[in-house]
């Protein structure tokens, strides 16, 4: 130990460790410190912006609520979240995307062709596919648990006075696999930039736009879960989401419903527009 100097010090740290040969802990601890280590040597890290680096971590950790969590929207806007869902994407299966901070994990059954919107004001839009299995046979009794920004841009779990669990709901497919609801057409919203991410992006000249979505995690029996996120063609911030969720697979098509349209099922109201997006599930292991 009394020889350690900048270069030893990374063996001599991982050997401080006595952490179970073999172990993933051991492997994830391990090239931790070498990467940690390797990019302050690369830097030549100076105090101030050690300490720099401290205190952001230390601001992050204080304007973080179990409802507001930095640490996550740092993770998005570094593309940290999305490079993780890339690697966890299977063969064959729909592409994953953010959770985001929003999710509750038991929001109301919503009826198929139930409206999600409840009367917010909006462009009704009819979201409709099948949940099926990377051979193509449908998925009957999946489930779509899904949950959205309003027609501004809003989560009600933001708003004061508001329902949490609004714009939220889960839909068992039908015995064909298929999903359908309408709801209100989601606006572009601003990622919290009032902390310390923010200004980290403000520091880069970045804007703190999301691409208007739909949340989805989709769940079915023997298949590996998805969480997941729908885009629409064509609209704003598309090509420069704020957290990298955006991927090619994972934009629909936003269409108008013509006044003559029927639709296959039976809708609780009347949409103005359409999207369809199959989801495919890998098995599970
Ligand atoms: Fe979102």
Known sequence: MAQINQFTITEAVKESFQTEEGSRFKFLL???????????????MTHDEWMGMLMFLYDCGKISTPERHEFILLSDVVGLSALVDMINTRGGATEG???????????????????????RDGTTLLVHGIVRDSLGNPLPGAIVD???ADGSGTYPIQEHGQDKYDLRGKITADGEGRYYYTTVLPKPYTVPYDGPVGRLLRAGNRHAWRAAHLHFIIRAEKMRAIT???FFENTEYIDNDAVFGVRKSL?????????SEEFPFALEKRPDAKCRFDFVLAPEG
């Open 228 to 230: 997941t996120e729908l």
């Open 97 to 119: 995307s953010n959770l985001g901070p929003f999710y509750l994990d038991d929001a109301p059954e919503l009826e198929l062709g139930g409206d999600l919107a409840r009367g």
């Open 146 to 148: 899904t949950w959205q």
């Open 251 to 259: 934009i629909a098509k936003l269409e108008p419903v013509k006044k």
């Open 30 to 44: 391990e090239t931790f410190i070498d990467h940690l280590h390797d990019y302050t040597r690369e830097v030549n």
